[in-house]
Protein backbone atom coordinates (compact mmCIF):
# COMPACT_ATOMS: atom_id res chain seq x y z
CA UNK A 1 0.00 0.00 0.00
CA UNK A 2 2.30 2.59 -1.45
CA UNK A 3 -0.37 5.19 -1.07
CA UNK A 4 -0.61 4.77 2.94
CA UNK A 5 3.76 5.39 3.22
CA UNK A 6 3.92 8.14 0.25
CA UNK A 7 1.52 10.41 2.45
CA UNK A 8 2.90 9.66 5.53
CA UNK A 9 6.52 10.36 4.11
CA UNK A 10 8.24 14.02 4.39
CA UNK A 11 11.71 15.24 3.47
CA UNK A 12 10.79 18.74 4.85
CA UNK A 13 9.05 20.69 7.11
CA UNK A 14 5.36 19.96 8.63
CA UNK A 15 3.06 21.99 11.06
CA UNK A 16 1.23 19.26 13.11
CA UNK A 17 -1.59 21.56 13.33
CA UNK A 18 -2.48 20.79 10.14
CA UNK A 19 -2.60 16.76 10.48
CA UNK A 20 -5.48 15.42 12.01
CA UNK A 21 -4.17 12.47 14.37
CA UNK A 22 -7.48 11.35 13.41
CA UNK A 23 -7.33 10.82 9.76
CA UNK A 24 -6.23 7.80 7.91
CA UNK A 25 -4.24 9.16 4.77
CA UNK A 26 -3.85 7.28 1.82
CA UNK A 27 -6.34 4.73 3.18
CA UNK A 28 -9.95 4.30 2.19
CA UNK A 29 -11.10 1.98 4.70
CA UNK A 30 -12.46 1.47 7.64
CA UNK A 31 -11.22 -0.02 11.34
CA UNK A 32 -12.93 -3.69 9.89
CA UNK A 33 -11.37 -3.32 7.04
CA UNK A 34 -7.64 -1.51 8.35
CA UNK A 35 -7.49 -4.38 11.04
CA UNK A 36 -7.91 -6.86 7.94
CA UNK A 37 -5.37 -5.93 6.36
CA UNK A 38 -2.73 -5.63 8.98
CA UNK A 39 -3.92 -9.27 9.65
CA UNK A 40 -3.54 -10.16 5.53
CA UNK A 41 -0.12 -8.72 5.15
CA UNK A 42 1.62 -10.58 8.26
CA UNK A 43 3.07 -13.12 6.04
CA UNK A 44 4.61 -11.09 3.62
CA UNK A 45 6.10 -9.21 6.27
CA UNK A 46 7.44 -12.56 8.05
CA UNK A 47 8.65 -14.08 4.65
CA UNK A 48 10.59 -10.66 4.16
CA UNK A 49 11.60 -10.77 7.68
CA UNK A 50 13.32 -13.87 6.83
CA UNK A 51 14.19 -13.45 3.82
CA UNK A 52 16.67 -10.83 5.27
CA UNK A 53 17.94 -13.04 8.71
CA UNK A 54 18.47 -15.82 5.52
CA UNK A 55 20.57 -13.40 3.19
CA UNK A 56 22.57 -12.27 6.34
CA UNK A 57 24.01 -16.15 6.43
CA UNK A 58 25.17 -15.81 3.00
CA UNK A 59 26.70 -12.21 4.05
CA UNK A 60 24.41 -9.74 3.12
CA UNK A 61 25.00 -6.99 5.44
CA UNK A 62 21.83 -5.21 5.25
CA UNK A 63 19.16 -4.83 8.02
CA UNK A 64 16.88 -2.27 9.15
CA UNK A 65 16.23 0.26 11.89
CA UNK A 66 12.61 1.69 12.87
CA UNK A 67 12.49 4.19 15.16
CA UNK A 68 9.05 5.44 16.83
CA UNK A 69 8.72 8.44 18.41
CA UNK A 70 5.98 9.71 20.28
CA UNK A 71 4.22 11.18 23.18
CA UNK A 72 2.78 8.96 26.23
CA UNK A 73 0.24 6.83 25.11
CA UNK A 74 1.14 7.54 21.24
CA UNK A 75 0.88 3.63 20.99
CA UNK A 76 4.60 2.76 20.77
CA UNK A 77 3.63 -0.35 22.74
CA UNK A 78 0.81 -1.38 19.98
CA UNK A 79 3.34 -1.08 17.30
CA UNK A 80 5.51 -3.79 18.97
CA UNK A 81 2.80 -6.15 20.10
CA UNK A 82 0.86 -5.85 16.61
CA UNK A 83 3.51 -5.16 13.87
CA UNK A 84 6.46 -6.30 15.35
CA UNK A 85 5.16 -9.37 17.05
CA UNK A 86 4.02 -10.33 13.19
CA UNK A 87 7.65 -11.66 12.45
CA UNK A 88 10.44 -14.25 13.85
CA UNK A 89 11.43 -12.82 17.01
CA UNK A 90 14.98 -14.29 17.03
CA UNK A 91 15.23 -11.83 14.12
CA UNK A 92 14.29 -8.59 15.63
CA UNK A 93 15.99 -6.67 18.50
CA UNK A 94 14.10 -3.96 20.19
CA UNK A 95 15.67 -1.24 22.77
CA UNK A 96 13.69 0.64 24.95
CA UNK A 97 15.41 4.19 25.79
CA UNK A 98 15.08 5.22 28.89
CA UNK A 99 16.99 8.05 31.00
CA UNK A 100 20.51 7.78 30.31
CA UNK A 101 22.60 6.18 33.33
CA UNK A 102 25.55 7.34 34.42
CA UNK A 103 28.15 5.79 32.11
CA UNK A 104 26.10 6.71 29.33
CA UNK A 105 26.18 10.21 30.48
CA UNK A 106 29.84 10.36 30.55
CA UNK A 107 29.52 9.74 26.33
CA UNK A 108 27.97 11.97 23.40
CA UNK A 109 24.68 11.19 23.45
CA UNK A 110 24.87 9.11 20.31
CA UNK A 111 27.42 7.01 21.96
CA UNK A 112 24.58 4.59 23.52
CA UNK A 113 22.77 4.50 20.16
CA UNK A 114 25.57 3.05 18.16
CA UNK A 115 26.01 0.00 20.67
CA UNK A 116 22.22 -0.56 19.66
CA UNK A 117 21.81 -0.61 16.08
CA UNK A 118 20.61 -3.70 14.55
CA UNK A 119 23.17 -6.45 13.44
CA UNK A 120 23.54 -7.55 9.12
CA UNK A 121 20.17 -9.44 9.11
CA UNK A 122 17.85 -8.16 11.58
CA UNK A 123 15.46 -5.49 12.18
CA UNK A 124 15.90 -3.09 15.14
CA UNK A 125 13.77 -1.27 17.13
CA UNK A 126 14.16 1.46 19.12
CA UNK A 127 11.33 2.62 21.18
CA UNK A 128 12.47 6.05 21.75
CA UNK A 129 16.09 7.36 20.77
CA UNK A 130 18.61 9.72 20.20
CA UNK A 131 15.57 12.19 19.37
CA UNK A 132 14.72 12.37 23.20
CA UNK A 133 17.89 14.58 23.38
CA UNK A 134 16.70 17.27 20.96
CA UNK A 135 12.90 17.03 22.27
CA UNK A 136 12.63 17.02 26.16
CA UNK A 137 15.83 18.64 26.31
CA UNK A 138 14.92 21.42 24.00
CA UNK A 139 11.29 22.25 26.00
CA UNK A 140 12.74 21.01 29.48
CA UNK A 141 16.45 23.08 28.82
CA UNK A 142 18.00 20.11 30.12
CA UNK A 143 20.52 21.47 27.75
CA UNK A 144 21.98 25.01 26.15
CA UNK A 145 20.04 25.88 23.15
CA UNK A 146 23.27 26.02 21.00
CA UNK A 147 24.37 22.57 21.99
CA UNK A 148 20.67 21.23 21.10
CA UNK A 149 21.37 23.40 17.68
CA UNK A 150 24.86 21.64 16.70
CA UNK A 151 23.33 18.01 17.93
CA UNK A 152 20.68 18.28 14.87
CA UNK A 153 23.68 18.30 12.49
CA UNK A 154 24.95 15.51 14.28
CA UNK A 155 22.04 13.59 13.51
CA UNK A 156 22.18 14.22 10.41
CA UNK A 157 25.57 13.26 9.78
CA UNK A 158 25.16 9.96 12.03
CA UNK A 159 21.93 8.71 10.09
CA UNK A 160 23.68 9.14 6.95
CA UNK A 161 26.65 7.22 8.46
CA UNK A 162 24.24 4.36 9.07
CA UNK A 163 22.31 4.14 5.66
CA UNK A 164 25.72 4.24 3.96
CA UNK A 165 26.15 0.78 6.11
CA UNK A 166 23.14 -0.56 4.83
CA UNK A 167 20.51 -0.16 7.36
CA UNK A 168 17.34 0.97 5.99
CA UNK A 169 15.67 3.75 8.69
CA UNK A 170 12.36 4.27 8.95
CA UNK A 171 12.01 6.73 11.38
CA UNK A 172 8.01 7.53 13.10
CA UNK A 173 6.36 10.05 14.81
CA UNK A 174 2.97 8.60 16.07
CA UNK A 175 0.64 11.85 16.34
CA UNK A 176 -1.68 11.54 18.78
CA UNK A 177 -4.30 14.75 19.87
CA UNK A 178 -4.47 16.34 23.51
CA UNK A 179 -7.66 15.00 23.66
CA UNK A 180 -6.83 11.22 22.64
CA UNK A 181 -4.15 11.21 25.14
CA UNK A 182 -6.35 12.71 28.07
CA UNK A 183 -8.69 10.05 27.17
CA UNK A 184 -6.08 6.91 27.16
CA UNK A 185 -4.43 8.99 30.59
CA UNK A 186 -8.20 8.34 31.75
CA UNK A 187 -8.57 4.55 30.90
CA UNK A 188 -5.31 3.93 32.42
CA UNK A 189 -6.29 5.47 35.90
CA UNK A 190 -10.31 4.00 35.58
CA UNK A 191 -9.28 0.39 35.23
CA UNK A 192 -6.80 -1.47 37.64
CA UNK A 193 -5.35 -3.56 35.02
CA UNK A 194 -3.79 -0.26 33.51
CA UNK A 195 -2.65 1.10 36.65
CA UNK A 196 0.68 -0.34 36.09
CA UNK A 197 1.00 1.74 33.08
CA UNK A 198 -0.01 5.26 34.61
CA UNK A 199 2.75 7.93 35.37
CA UNK A 200 1.98 10.48 37.52
CA UNK A 201 4.98 12.56 35.26
CA UNK A 202 2.61 11.79 32.12
CA UNK A 203 0.10 14.89 33.62
CA UNK A 204 3.07 17.26 34.43
CA UNK A 205 4.53 17.03 30.76
CA UNK A 206 0.95 17.77 29.43
CA UNK A 207 1.41 21.09 30.48
CA UNK A 208 4.22 21.45 27.76
CA UNK A 209 2.05 20.61 24.96
CA UNK A 210 2.83 22.80 22.81
CA UNK A 211 6.29 23.16 23.61
CA UNK A 212 6.56 19.79 22.45
CA UNK A 213 4.77 19.68 19.57
CA UNK A 214 7.42 23.01 18.65
CA UNK A 215 9.76 20.35 19.36
CA UNK A 216 8.91 17.99 16.90
CA UNK A 217 8.21 20.01 14.20
CA UNK A 218 11.66 21.71 14.49
CA UNK A 219 13.66 18.19 15.00
CA UNK A 220 11.59 16.70 12.01
CA UNK A 221 12.60 19.73 9.78
CA UNK A 222 16.13 19.80 10.72
CA UNK A 223 16.59 16.14 10.64
CA UNK A 224 14.28 15.03 7.71
CA UNK A 225 16.99 13.98 4.34
CA UNK A 226 16.21 11.89 1.81
CA UNK A 227 18.55 8.94 3.82
CA UNK A 228 16.21 9.38 6.33
CA UNK A 229 12.84 11.10 5.64
CA UNK A 230 10.42 11.20 8.50
CA UNK A 231 6.81 9.64 8.47
CA UNK A 232 4.04 11.48 10.72
CA UNK A 233 1.59 8.56 11.92
CA UNK A 234 -2.51 9.98 12.63
CA UNK A 235 -2.03 7.71 15.71
CA UNK A 236 -5.81 8.49 17.21
CA UNK A 237 -6.88 5.62 15.47
CA UNK A 238 -4.89 2.71 16.62
CA UNK A 239 -5.61 0.47 13.95
CA UNK A 240 -4.46 2.84 11.31
CA UNK A 241 -1.58 3.87 13.43
CA UNK A 242 -0.43 -0.39 13.43
CA UNK A 243 -1.10 -0.46 9.65
CA UNK A 244 1.17 2.36 8.64
CA UNK A 245 4.09 1.13 10.74
CA UNK A 246 3.36 -2.34 9.00
CA UNK A 247 3.75 -0.88 5.27
CA UNK A 248 6.64 0.80 6.45
CA UNK A 249 8.26 -2.12 7.50
CA UNK A 250 6.81 -3.75 4.31
CA UNK A 251 8.32 -1.11 2.29
CA UNK A 252 11.92 -0.72 3.78
CA UNK A 253 12.20 -4.55 3.13
CA UNK A 254 11.06 -4.46 0.21
CA UNK A 255 13.00 -2.10 -1.10
CA UNK A 256 16.28 -4.51 -0.08
CA UNK A 257 14.93 -7.15 -1.26
CA UNK A 258 16.76 -9.56 -0.12
CA UNK A 259 17.31 -13.17 -1.57
CA UNK A 260 17.36 -16.49 -0.24
CA UNK A 261 20.82 -17.66 -0.06
CA UNK A 262 21.79 -20.44 -2.58
CA UNK A 263 22.36 -23.90 -0.90
CA UNK A 264 26.58 -24.17 -0.65
CA UNK A 265 26.27 -28.34 -1.06
CA UNK A 266 24.68 -30.61 -4.04
CA UNK A 267 21.19 -30.28 -3.53
CA UNK A 268 20.24 -33.47 -5.36
CA UNK A 269 23.39 -35.50 -3.73
CA UNK A 270 21.98 -34.47 0.06
CA UNK A 271 18.54 -35.69 -0.97
CA UNK A 272 19.94 -39.01 -2.36
CA UNK A 273 21.53 -39.47 0.91
CA UNK A 274 18.79 -38.64 3.30
CA UNK A 275 16.61 -40.62 1.65
CA UNK A 276 19.04 -43.42 1.55
CA UNK A 277 18.80 -43.25 5.28
CA UNK A 278 15.36 -44.89 5.26
CA UNK A 279 12.32 -44.26 6.99
CA UNK A 280 11.72 -40.48 5.26
CA UNK A 281 8.34 -39.72 3.12
CA UNK A 282 9.27 -37.43 0.15
CA UNK A 283 7.64 -33.90 0.34
CA UNK A 284 4.33 -34.26 -1.75
Do not use: C
Not at 45 to 74: C, H, I, K, N, P
Not at 138 to 156: F, H, K
Not at 180 to 186: I, T, V
Not at 203 to 209: I, Q, S, T
Request: net charge negative; charged share 30%.
Amino acid sequence: MTAITDALRTTGSVRLDDIDPRSTPGFDGDKEAGTAALEGGAKRLGELQERLFAASRAGDERAVLLMVQGMDTAGKGGIMRHVVGQVDPQGVRIKAFKAPTEEERAHDFLWRIERELPEPGLIGVFDRSHYEDVLIHRVRSLTPADEIERRYGQIVEFEQRVAERGIRLVKVMLHISFEEQGARLLERLERPDKHWKYNPGDVDERAHWAAYMEAYEIAIERTATEAAPWHVVPADRKWFARLAVHELLVEALEAIDPQWPAADFDVAAERERLLATGGVRPAP
